[in-house]
């Protein structure tokens, strides 16, 4: 009899969960749930129309509920097969996405004394509210010589967990104050399904600042911060931390009932969507590096020894193959730059081309883009339109283009954007090996990376390496279904189980010899770009707070 494991992606926008065949690895069923309720801003909650209430990236946590039950029970019952030949399920959702919550599990925003309230609902990855929260522990930790500082790069991001739980003191005191835990959404989920809470040593490690031999920062640290945090660490942030890769526990009949699989069935300890493409790609050893592109892009790369690297997300042991080292970076926006140049800078005679030609506007600027020759246009930009994650970590930090004329075209200001993650991604490799961090082989994974042929021949010949883009439109689903084989004992180790159950590759592209010299003389164009308006920022940050 075949069995079979589930793996649900929690993206930004929906969820998709994948039924694998444990035999091959073969994507046996797929679906995928759009969450209702999209992206919140708080607006969209209360009466509040400030700059800051409408820049809030939240959601509710009902559309998770609402995805898993519908993408679990459609899968099965379309494919045909027993519930009970299921040995276990798992998740990867996006990180830092978290909630305050009830000692029962119920979310805050789920009470009528919070429903017009915006810090009680979900706080999503991308939302950047808590940059003052984060700059302010970055100093304090600076101040006074906390060594965790360096496991990422130096700086706390405005995305992760205790700058949004800050935040959430300093604008709406009473939601920190009736919240009994601040809780990662794909924690919250495994909660809901077992009945038993646990935090993934993953989201812990990347996001909350955790790290496996010294746990979080002192309670004495964040009592300096602000007393009311005096004793975060172990009431509303708890302590109970599982290594990925792992078992959580087992569907409860309210997990049961929701998903539609048998009770006591193994459930995974959850994982990062970006890290869960590692081992659906066969990433288990050291020195290959994973670019996962989507709305935005992490670039994830494990090492036989621990380290810190300055200037990227963080380095966390185990953080996605036990025994391994797996340090991350990424940038904030890649894919959304994308869609805001089509939805916003595009006339209306390019359209009209576009439904001639019977093809999508970004076939289409993708066709023209790909008539120019490096550097033809005379325009650059700065991949900063939602902040700068990796080096900077600076969400107050701003989009740019440089080297617009009157003969400046739709094509030379899409391409000059494209290129610009290229040359963000090129930053974070460059810092890599510049400390140390072999890099042997260079994969993709994403909806992008299948799609767009022309930018992926761009990144290959701006890194001057081959990249190697993975053939599963669902990496990161895979990967969970991964973790999830493992934690219902069909196999021994993620190591083990990807061996089996990897997507193979479905393209490989190799670098141009005569794009990457000229493109070497733009990324050193970008980088100065780069460093200039990092360390002379007032002009971004005062047009940005509208005090210019």
Not at 263 to 278: C, E, G, Q, S, Y
Not at 418 to 426: I, N, R
Request: with cysteine.
């Amino acid at each position: 009899m075949k069995k079979y494991s589930i793996g649900v992606d929690y993206g930004t926008l929906s969820a998709r969960a994948a039924l694998i065949d444990l035999s091959n690895g073969a994507e046996v069923c797929v679906c995928e749930y759009t969450y209702p309720h999209a992206i919140l801003c708080g607006s969209d909650i209360s009466n509040e129309t400030s700059a800051e209430s409408l820049a809030m990236q939240l959601q509710h946590p009902a559309d998770y509920l609402e995805a898993l039950e519908h993408t679990v029970k459609k899968v099965v019952s379309d494919s045909g097969i027993s519930p009970n030949d299921v040995v276990g399920i798992g998740f990867d959702f996006t990180a830092c996405t978290m909630l305050p919550i009830t000692s029962d599990g119920t979310p805050l925003c789920f009470l009528e004394k919070y429903k017009n309230e915006p810090h009680a609902y979900v706080k999503l990855w991308k939302h950047h509210g808590a940059q003052a929260e984060a700059d302010e522990i970055t100093s304090l930790a600076q101040k006074e010589g906390e060594e965790w500082l360096d496991i990422y790069g130096g700086k706390v991001s405005s995305e992760w967990l205790f700058p949004k739980i800050y935040e959430t003191l300093h604008k709406a005191p009473g939601v920190f104050d009736d919240a009994y835990r601040f809780i990662e959404a794909g924690d919250w989920i495994v909660l809901m399904l077992t009945g038993e809470e646990s935090h993934s040593s993953c989201m812990a490690g990347y996001k909350g600042l955790w790290n496996k031999e010294n746990g979080y920062p002192k309670n004495s640290f964040w009592a300096k911060l602000d007393s009311r945090l005096s004793d975060i660490v172990g009431t509303k942030i708890s302590e109970n931390i599982l290594p990925t890769g792992t078992k959580a526990g087992v569907l409860c009949d309210r997990g049961s009932a929701l998903t539609g699989l048998a009770k006591d069935t193994a459930v995974a300890v959850p994982i990062i969507d970006a890290h869960a493409a590692l081992p659906a790609a066969g990433i288990t050893t050291a020195g290959k590096l994973m670019i996962i592109i989507g709305t935005s892009s992490c670039h994830i790369v494990m090492s036989e020894n621990a380290g810190n690297i300055p200037d990227i997300c963080g380095s966390v042991q185990d953080g996605v193959i036990a025994g391994l080292c797996a340090h991350e970076a990424g940038q904030g926006c890649v894919g959304d730059s994308f869609d805001w140049f089509i939805k916003n800078c595009v006339p209306e005679s390019y359209a009209k081309e576009a439904r001639d030609k019977n093809i999508s506007i970004f076939s289409l600027l993708d066709e023209k883009a790909a008539a120019l020759s490096v550097g033809e246009s005379g325009v650059i930009a700065l991949d900063w339109f939602n902040g700068n994650r990796t080096p900077y970590s600076d969400a107050d930090l701003s989009g740019m283009i440089v080297g617009l004329t009157l003969n400046t075209k739709p094509e030379d200001i899409y391409r000059a954007i494209l290129e610009s993650t290229a040359f963000g991604t090129k930053s974070i490799v460059d810092i890599y090996e510049k400390n140390g961090v072999c890099i042997d082989e260079v994969y993709a994974a994403g909806g992008i990376s299948r799609k767009n042929a022309f930018l992926m021949q761009m990144y290959a010949d701006v890194l001057g390496k081959r990249i190697k883009v993975t053939s599963s439109s669902q990496a990161a689903a895979k990967g969970s279904a991964i973790f999830a084989s493992v934690a219902g004992g069909y196999f021994e180790s993620a190591s083990e189980a990807a061996n089996v159950l990897a997507d193979g590759i479905e393209k490989t592209y190799l670098p141009n010899p005569e794009n990457m010299e000229k493109y070497q003389k733009l990324y050193e164009c970008y980088h100065a770009l780069s460093e200039h308006f990092a360390k002379s920022s007032g002009i971004m940050k005062a047009l940005k707070s509208k005090e210019a």
